[in-house]
């Protein structure tokens, strides 16, 4: 099989200097193991992923200095495909429609944290967890509601059908949040019911990127480290939806003078505002320090 990376960013802001890091490492890691580079534009969210910023992302990408097959896979084409797979989990009986609102959630939690007096469990994104058991399922016509994955009883159907724990293969760096190891033990539950088609979409970031990786044939996912926790819940979703599973590699973050994760609402590290001040390609490939141990892993 040809090795087969892909960089898939939503073009919901500007790119910043962490994308051009994904980018750079997903395109020289494919040339160096003489397999191909994808774009994949993940733009279900239509209102934020605009046909100009896309264009924008194109260009900056070009400008970097990469290129890549056309036409490239959008996401927003691909609707009736998340929708049928939605379908299929749904007639599993593993979606269950939720019309709660973040309001209705997040008063159910406080009750509960009151009553108890203990914290409410979060995710890895430090999301709490869906208070199904709090919650009250209220009448609502099927166009309102997200379709939630039902976690236990999704767990309980992989334990009896793999007599193997689920996991995944990571050639990522070391660190202490991020342990290396070759086999990595996935921990979907830590996730609870999330959602997987949305009220007003008709998937979700986690459903469409499993199928998109598997439709395009994707063997090393490499991404940052911020998705690594993610990697549990999407292994589940490959078992559930009969998927094969891509290696994976979560690469450092870049992160500002205060240590916070670069993000797309900060313009000033945006690559066409460090274009704009007369930055060329070179010097991004030097701020971002792209070096011999971000590829070392690919060989
Ligand atoms: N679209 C996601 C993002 O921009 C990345 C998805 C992935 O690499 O799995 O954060």
Same mark, same amino acid.
């Given at each position: ?102 309001? #209705? ?19 890895? #994104? ?7 058991? !709090? ?76 199928? #998109? ?48 994760? !670069? ?7 945006? !690559?066409?505002? !460090? ?7 070179? #010097? ?16």
């Amino acid at each position: 099989m040809c090795p087969t990376f892909r960089f898939a960013p939503s073009p919901n802001g500007a790119l910043h200097l962490g994308h051009a890091l994904s980018a750079l490492i997903n395109f020289k890691a494919a040339k160096k193991m003489a397999g191909q580079f994808l774009l994949r534009i993940e733009d279900i969210d239509t209102t934020r992923c605009t046909p100009d910023k896309i264009k924008q992302m194109r260009e900056d990408l070009h400008w970097l200095g990469l290129d890549w097959p056309e036409p490239v896979m959008q996401q927003s084409r691909r609707f009736d495909i998340y929708g049928a797979q939605i379908e299929q989990l749904k007639a599993r009986g593993l979606l269950y429609p939720s019309v709660a609102s973040r309001k #209705d959630i997040h008063q159910a939690i406080a009750r509960a944290e009151e009553e108890t007096g203990r914290p409410h469990p979060r995710d890895p #994104d430090g999301t709490p967890i869906f208070p199904r058991h !709090l919650l009250k399922n209220k009448e609502h016509a099927e166009g309102d509601a997200a379709w939630r994955l039902d976690m236990q009883k999704a767990l309980t159907l992989i334990a009896s059908s793999h007599s193997s724990q689920l996991r995944w293969q990571e050639s990522g760096p070391r660190s202490a949040s991020y342990p290396q190891a070759s086999m990595i033990a996935a921990d979907p539950s830590a996730w609870g019911d999330v959602i997987l088609a949305r009220k007003d979409c008709p998937t979700s970031y986690h459903l469409s990127v499993v199928v #998109d990786d598997a439709a395009q044939e994707i063997s090393h996912v490499v991404r940052g480290q911020d998705l690594y926790h993610a990697t549990g819940l999407h292994r589940l979703l490959q078992q559930l939806l009969d998927l094969p599973a891509p290696l994976y590699h979560h690469h450092r973050l870049l992160t500002d003078i205060a240590g916070q994760k !670069l993000s797309k609402s900060r313009g000033d590290l945006s !690559l066409r505002k !460090l274009r704009d001040n007369g930055a060329t390609p070179d #010097d991004i490939r030097a701020m971002i320090q792209l070096c011999t141990d971000d590829l070392a892993a690919f060989c």
